[in-house]
């Protein structure tokens, strides 16, 4: 079963705007949760990730906000801009495994 | 610095025929997996090898699936007979550690199996 569930599945904004994608867990045991961008026929690449100990990382336009106590996580992109468009997994794991999201394609309107 | 390379990009082949896909990782990870992408399941984790040992082949579909690493600059995955529901993206993916840091990943093997 899909041990980490991402939505939206798609996702249209305008150029300026904050596209938001949400990700719930159930396993408590996830203490690793990094996002991934990928862009058509190219490999996920990692944009950020964030362990619980702390609710929120920001790193340039992109932020992780993380809530345990609800087991959720969610990547805002601030600013958004037409070269943001490309797919965005979420991921956990406790090991040396990623769970992966279904994947949430965005695309920024200019 | 060369990144994950995989090959082929792309192969179109006949149900039965076998496949194999091939994958060298990033000089000096220790860590390398298989995943399988397709829009129905997402991303999958096919297997995991850590210095060269196969650790989890739990995601492996079925016996028609196999995959070595013969050395640590080297991975292969094969499938044999393939059948039309194994087409989708494979990817190899590389990292340095046993626990899960940046996976590095190469741009994938799109597989077609009419």
């Known amino acids: 079963q899909q041990q980490v569930k991402q939505s939206p599945q798609s996702l249209i904004v305008q150029k300026g705007g904050i596209p938001i994608i949400n990700c719930a867990y159930e396993n408590t045991a996830f203490d690793y949760f990094p996002w991934y961008q990928q862009f058509p026929g190219k490999g996920p690449a990692l944009l950020i990730a964030i362990r619980p100990d702390v609710s929120e990382k920001k790193e340039g336009r992109f932020t992780i906000s993380f809530n345990k106590s609800a087991k959720q996580f969610s990547l805002h992109i601030m600013d958004s801009q037409p070269g943001d468009s490309a797919t965005y997994f979420c991921a956990a794991s406790f090991g040396y495994a990623l769970n992966f999201g279904k994947g949430t394609s965005l695309l920024v309107t200019p | 610095d060369a990144g994950v390379i995989q090959s082929p990009r792309h192969e179109v082949t006949e149900m039965g025929q076998e496949v194999t896909l091939r994958c060298k990782p990033i000089?000096?990870?220790?860590?390398l997996f298989w995943y399988r992408q397709t829009m129905m399941r997402g991303l999958e984790l096919l297997i995991y090898f850590n210095n060269n040992v196969p650790i989890d082949d739990s995601g492996m579909p079925e016996d028609r699936f196999s995959a070595k690493m013969p050395n640590a600059s080297f991975s292969t995955l094969k499938i044999q007979p393939s059948e039309p529901r194994d087409s989708a993206v494979y990817f190899c993916?590389?990292?340095?550690?046993?626990?899960?840091?940046?996976?590095?990943f190469g741009e994938g093997s799109r597989l077609t199996v009419l």
């Open positions: 993916a590389s990292s340095l550690g046993f626990r899960p840091g940046e996976l590095f």
């Open positions: 000089s000096g990870h220790n860590s």
